[in-house]
């Protein structure tokens, strides 16, 4: 074993094995960690890991359930399609396989370009994306049918918002793409194993999952119409578990980086995430994208609100405060302490936050662009699947094109966040090992020139907002 001179190093690996061994022995119910003067307490606590068993349990009952239902709707599709003329397998599954296939090979083709030129790859995101998006509002529309032109509609008000967005945050570009290439230089070791097996186990459970959708369309009951519902939460909730999984196994391999200098086997900290902090994954993988909804609607409240004193937005500064305490006990960044020191997540996410509140890194944290850029990436890769597989339906069978090209868009958007989840993590870690210990000598003047910005530009529009009286 490779002997360790940084005291802070030894004590944060002291610290991840007391964690662990906390899951398997009686230890007290808090664990006290100093890291250059942070306080971070490790969460043993019956109730966190009560919920983390509960949603352990969940998920692993959800999955077995899903399995069941999608065999049964499987068998009982093919024996309705023997006599029935209104469903055509050989004309509604292969232009979704295909576009599973297609999600493949554009969310490795991505991941790669982010690697090589991250600088390129995040302007092309916030480029594609509105542009991917308004070539599906145009497809939907060409199908014509009410549901198709309904959704044809949200694109292309969709594909608005995003170009609008794109040129509202383009400031903030350079600083965004600075931190995603200092963060994701020198990736982990066997990264792009673990990508790779993430893509495959999502393309092999869509499939899997478009079988049974299928299954579901053939019969075409008002029962149907739910089990899809079922069928499309359990991809969400699924592959948002194989994505946070891969974030919390290299958010701690990179914070071990930049913290103490140190390259942590990329495998040890898989089978750790999937050995202890699973429990925490599967709660956060419910809540973030539920909180992050919010959250983002409560910004866009804000944003539409202004100064206005009318009544339909008079809630907005309330939503917008119930929000921000939200996303106190649920966020992305939680997922770093969630690996490091394997706390459970609301736990590590309230202590992550308070950290950045603590050195007052709050407002670069809100205004980072990396989430942005992960989105658009998962717009702009299923819009690309929506557009081979929708394009294939509407040439040999119209009437299954809005349906296919909605669930190809699902498959290959939830593919490519699965395939941005590493640059993601990197983000976080870099972020988080910065806000526990500002002064290590391993960070440049990234962070610190972009604070400086933004309290120049809070002066500058504080004067702009309260001219000084003559």
């Not at 599973?100 to 030129?117: D, P």
Request: hydrophobic fraction near 45%; aromatic fraction near 12%; proline fraction near 4%.
């Amino acid at each position: 074993m490779a002997r360790i001179k940084d005291s802070n190093a030894t004590e944060i690996i002291q610290v991840q094995i007391q964690a662990i061994d906390s899951q398997e022995h009686s230890l007290p119910s808090t664990i006290p960690i100093k890291v250059q003067g942070s306080n971070t307490q490790i969460e043993t606590r019956t109730g966190g890991l009560f919920f983390r068993k509960l949603f352990r349990n969940l998920f692993y009952l959800h999955i077995f359930l899903i399995t069941i239902l999608i065999i049964f709707l499987t068998i009982r599709g093919l024996l309705s399609a023997a006599h029935n003329h209104h469903f055509h397998p050989r004309k509604w599954y292969p232009p979704l396989l295909a576009s599973t296939a297609c999600a493949g090979i554009v969310v490795f083709a991505w991941q790669w370009i982010t690697h090589c030129n991250p600088a390129k790859a995040f302007k092309a995101a916030f480029w594609l994306g509105p542009l991917l998006t308004c070539g599906v509002g145009i497809l939907l529309i060409s199908i014509g049918s009410a549901g198709s032109l309904a959704a044809g509609a949200v694109a292309i008000v969709s594909a608005l918002i995003q170009s609008l967005y794109s040129c509202w945050v383009n400031p903030r570009f350079d600083h965004a793409i600075k931190v995603l290439s200092v963060s994701i230089a020198f990736p982990p070791a066997e990264t792009i194993v673990l990508v790779i097996l993430s893509i495959l186990t999502g393309a092999f459970y869509s499939s899997f999952l478009v079988v049974g959708i299928g299954g579901a369309t053939a019969t075409r009951t008002s029962l149907d119409v739910l089990f899809i519902l079922v069928v499309l939460l359990s991809l969400a909730w699924t592959m948002h578990v194989i994505k946070y999984t891969l974030q919390v196994t290299i958010s701690r391999v990179k914070y071990m980086h930049f913290a103490c200098g140190l390259d942590f086997d990329t495998r040890v900290a898989f089978l750790d995430a999937i050995k202890h902090s699973i429990g925490s994954i599967f709660i956060g993988s419910a809540l973030v994208p539920v909180l992050s909804l919010i959250r983002g609607s409560a910004r866009a409240m804000s944003l539409v609100s202004g100064d206005a004193d009318e009544f339909m937005f008079s809630c907005a500064n309330c939503y917008s405060g119930v929000s921000s305490r939200l996303v106190t006990y649920g966020n992305r960044w939680g997922f770093v302490h969630v690996g490091v020191y394997n706390k459970g997540f609301v736990q590590a996410s309230s202590d992550t936050w308070e950290i950045f509140r603590s050195v007052g890194l709050e407002p670069l944290i809100e205004s980072d662009l990396t989430s942005s850029f992960c989105f658009l990436s998962g717009v702009a890769g299923g819009a690309i699947c929506t557009l081979v597989g929708g394009s294939w339906t509407l040439a040999v069978h119209k009437e299954y094109a809005t349906e296919v090209s909605i669930y190809a868009f699902l498959i290959g958007y939830f593919m490519s966040r699965v395939a941005m989840a590493w640059p993601q993590a990197c983000v976080s870690a870099y972020y988080v090992a910065y806000a526990e210990n500002p002064q290590n000598l391993r960070f440049d003047s990234t962070i610190p020139d972009r604070i400086q910005e933004l309290q120049r530009y809070r002066a500058e529009l504080s004067r702009a907002t309260n001219p000084t009286p003559s």
